[in-house]
């Protein structure tokens, strides 16, 4: 199994989860940030940062782009925006706003996310999430 097939599996482990805002807990609860963090916790190893607090609204209240900033700290940017089985997806809701939703891609056209009133669920990635990609990286080792 390679290292980005560990990504997916325990990414799929998460599939079903409930949505709870700043949870990060396998089958109890989580968020699109505590599913990355989950999924890092179990192919990466301890989380390298606690994130702050955050409300549901913070990157657009703040004009923050501190999901980005984050994700060039800990992981690879794909400068070329294509994401494989594996990548951590990072998105902006709209044009102009601060990028605060995160999957994690299961193939060039799936991801797994979480989103407020669902659980856990892998997706295809069409036309209307690609638009919204704000950058692609990759997990330490892949």
Do not use: N
Not at 20 to 31: P, T
């Amino acid at each position: 199994m390679t290292r980005r097939d560990e990504i997916v599996a325990a990414a799929r482990l998460w599939i079903g989860t409930p949505y709870r805002h700043q949870a990060s807990l396998i089958g109890v609860g989580c968020d699109c940030l505590g599913l990355v963090r989950g999924v890092w916790r179990m192919t990466v190893g301890e989380e390298p940062e606690a994130p702050p607090p955050y409300t549901a609204d913070w990157a657009e209240a703040k004009l923050d782009e501190a999901l980005l900033r984050a994700a060039l700290r800990w992981f690879v940017p794909l400068p070329d925006g294509e994401m494989a089985a594996g990548d951590l997806i990072v998105f902006r809701w709209r044009d102009g706003s601060p990028a605060k939703h995160l999957g994690i891609a299961t193939s060039a056209t799936r991801m797994i996310h979480a989103h407020d009133g669902a659980s856990v669920c892998e997706v295809h990635v069409g036309a209307g999430w690609r638009r919204r990609i704000a950058g692609v990286f990759a997990f330490p080792g892949t």
